[in-house]
Nanobody, 126 residues
Framework: QLQLVESGGGLVQPGGSLRLSCAAS????????STWFRQVPGKEREAVSC????????NYADTVRGRFIISRDDAKNTLYLQMNSLKPDDAGVYYC???????????????????WGKGTLVSVSS
């Protein structure tokens, strides 16, 4: 079994930055493709960014490309999402998830994910 625990969420002003972490235990993250999802009330979870098991392929949603950076530290078995120039529309609960399938052109849908964390809340407001 793989356990995922997110951290790093909080309240930030527009234009600010946050770095989310997703600590994994039980299995190495580099066995999986990893994805950050965001969910806001009344909407489905949407993929924000993903990284393949090799760590050399990264995809981003159009809304965050150029502002967010996904990375992974295999020595720490931890996934990260650096979020810069945050906007109010970036707010939501962020979840990390992993799945066994390789990445395609876009990030995988939530139905492809095998393991999920419980999420961390990001609020962007002045």
């Amino acid at each position: 079994q793989l356990q995922l625990v997110e951290s790093g969420g909080g309240l930030v002003q527009p234009g600010g930055s946050l770095r989310l972490s997703c600590a994994a235990s039980g299995r190495p993250l580099d066995l999986y493709s990893s994805t950050w999802f965001r969910q806001v009330p009344g909407k489905e979870r949407e993929a924000v960014s993903c990284i393949n098991n090799g760590g050399d392929v990264r995809n981003y949603a159009d809304t965050v490309r150029g502002r967010f950076i996904i990375s992974r530290d295999d020595a720490k078995n931890t996934l990260y999402l650096q979020m810069n120039s945050l906007k109010p529309d970036d707010a939501g609960v962020y979840y990390c998830a992993v799945g066994p399938r390789p990445l395609g052109t876009n990030c995988p849908p939530q139905t492809d994910m095998a393991y999920w964390g419980k999420g961390t809340l990001v609020s962007v407001s002045s």
